[in-house]
């Protein structure tokens, strides 16, 4: 595993979802500290240049997996500039070197994917683990959307109850003790929720929660992570975003298709029209910012 800052957000490359879990299961579960893993990817770097504290405890967790291709551009992009002298042509060549990365990354579909650790793809590991060795597992969070991204209401069941339905049918045993999208991410329910996840445990009769996920869409549910994830307690917390919409099928997982050449930001944008904003973040604004500071010109607010 070798770290490295991106626009001074840390991430944890070298990694793939054999190592990622490895580490997470044979250190992270195994020590007496409550941990953080976040699921790093090019939104995560650039709301961190305005918020201190979003990036302080990006670079403090115990894990930060490359979450989304982008961020494994960049680190390939900076890692080719290693080998460009700096002179007065560096921002020429500089932009050609990221041009050709990401054409490579177009037309062959594995340049960039060995090191890609999705938050998705996480969850389901980590539930399939559950169902082998009986760890204890908690979702909190998600709430379904319109096509504006407005919340609509959710009927009998909410979202984290409807995600962990279909995920105890999918790995019969995965041990998941509770769900609930009932609480809001702000500081003002935290007591409440806290107090429900502990009323959970008392009645299955457990005094931790190996792996809690947190799908307050990110920002927000590595900040409720950071202030309550020793008041629960939570060995290993995951803020998970939009993890519960692919389970439940509100978003699936790109076609072939638009796999082979990297564009499944393309396909959840059809499928999500209200998150063009976020995507602008990925692409243009991510590599545009990664480009300005590796040639020296920096907009870093925080």
């Known amino acids: 595993m070798i770290s490295r800052k991106i626009l001074g957000v840390r991430i944890d490359f070298g990694l793939n979802m054999e190592k990622a879990l490895d580490i997470i299961e044979n250190k992270l579960l195994k020590d007496s500290n409550n941990h953080i893993v976040c699921t790093t990817n090019p939104e995560f770097v650039i709301d961190a240049q305005e918020d201190s504290d979003f990036r302080e405890i990006i670079n403090n967790s115990s894990l930060s997996v490359p979450d989304g291709i982008g961020v494994i551009f960049a680190k390939n992009y900076l890692n080719a500039l290693d080998n460009l002298q700096r002179n007065f042509l560096f921002p020429v060549r500089a932009f050609i070197k990221g041009l050709g990365i990401g054409a490579s990354s177009f037309f062959n579909k594995n340049s960039l994917r060995e090191e890609r650790i999705s938050g998705v793809d996480l969850t389901y590991e980590i539930c399939n683990l559950s169902s082998k060795k009986g760890y204890t597992i908690f979702f909190l969070g998600g709430r379904e959307k319109n096509a504006l991204g407005n919340f609509i209401n959710e009927g009998d069941k909410d979202m984290s109850n409807k995600a962990a339905d279909i995920m105890r ?20 329910d935290d007591e ?20 809690l996920f947190v799908a307050y869409n990110h920002v927000y549910q590595e900040k409720w992570i950071m202030r309550n994830k020793d008041k629960i307690p939570a060995k290993v917390s995951i803020g998970c975003g939009g993890t519960f919409d692919f389970i439940v099928g509100n ?24 998150r063009i904003k976020r995507i602008i973040k990925a692409f243009p604004v991510f590599p545009m910012k990664v480009y300005l500071d590796s040639i ?6 925080a």
Not at 194 to 206: F, L, P
Not at 296 to 301: A, L, R, W
């Open 192 to 211: 409440k929720t806290v107090n429900y996840i502990k009323r959970i445990m008392e009645e299955k009769g457990i005094n931790k929660i190996d792996f």
């Open 296 to 301: 020296g010109i920096s907009s870093n607010k």
């Open 251 to 274: 978003c699936s997982l790109p076609p072939t298709i638009y796999a082979k050449y990297n564009l499944g930001w393309l396909h959840r944008l059809i499928k999500q029209p209200w």
């Open 169 to 188: 049918e999918k790995y019969l045993g995965v041990n998941i003790v509770g769900a609930t999208s009932s609480f809001s991410r702000d500081a003002k």
